[in-house]
């Protein structure tokens, strides 16, 4: 997706984008080496765990199916596992939907795979400040393309040095509190809050069950609630309306 020189504009928004995605990478280039060095201690090939982190890019999917894969599970157990781990996304894309419409199919299908976690929290962060902006897409992109390169960049130095990091560095903790601090502004809204916290209280509750069934049933009650939630305010909005 070129960034046109002739429009400085979109230049601006693009480093923009660069600029605002730059605080949350500390946490994003952690999660990165802890999937690196997670995929090579789990027994993957180094050209298998280099070319997984390069295409799948989703590093939480990674870590879920990655003892599934050492256990030698069946493919469909691990196709479901890494599809319901990243639902998420589901509802991220409908959340940005109406910001990226006017654009075309090819360009939104290539934000979309370059999106992350990160990505999607800055941009809802800004547009809930800011409202409509021109040029979304290039601010947009600018955020993608700083996480996708720096996430490979940290997977690539997990997997390759992972005989030589302990995993008593704590990285993955750090990962979590850098998203955290992305996470917790958006509880604000009730149908986020009200996903978050049913999945938190699944996912404990199910810590202990196997092939991490704990965190795909934590995933799909946090997703359902959060659109149930989200449908009744939508009714309760409209229906004012439609009684004048």
């Known amino acids: 997706m070129p960034i046109s020189k002739d429009d400085p504009l979109r230049r601006r928004e693009f480093a923009r984008g660069v600029t605002d ?5 500390p946490g994003a280039v952690a999660w990165g080496v802890v999937t690196g060095v997670a995929m090579v201690k789990s027994g993957l090939a180094l050209s298998w765990a280099l070319a997984m982190s390069i295409t799948a890019y989703a590093g939480s999917a990674q870590l879920a199916v990655l003892p599934l894969l ?3 599970s069946p493919l469909w157990l691990i196709g479901v596992t890494a599809l319901i781990t990243n639902l998420r996304f589901v509802i991220y894309s409908a959340a940005i939907r109406g910001w990226f419409t006017d654009y075309t199919r090819l360009r939104r299908v290539w934000l979309g795979y370059l999106s992350g976690d990160f990505v999607i929290v800055t941009f809802l962060n800004r547009v809930a400040c800011e409202g409509t902006f021109v040029h979304r897409d290039a601010y947009f992109f600018g955020m993608c393309i700083t996480n996708w390169v720096l996430w490979n960049v940290a997977s690539i130095v997990g997997i390759v040095g992972a005989a030589y990091i302990p995993t008593q560095w704590g990285l993955e903790f750090a990962g979590v509190l850098a998203l955290l601090a992305l996470v917790v502004p958006l509880c604000r809204e009730r149908p986020a809050l009200a996903g978050e916290t049913s999945a938190a209280v699944v996912a404990v ?8 069934l704990g965190m795909i049933a934590a995933i799909m009650i946090g997703i359902t609630v959060a659109m149930l939630v989200d449908a009744r305010q939508r009714a309760a909005r409209a229906s004012p309306q439609a009684r004048s």
Do not use: S
């Open 21 to 25: 995605i730059l605080p949350a990478m």
């Open 205 to 212: 509750l199910g810590h202990a069950w196997p092939l991490r």
């Open 70 to 72: 050492k256990d030698a």
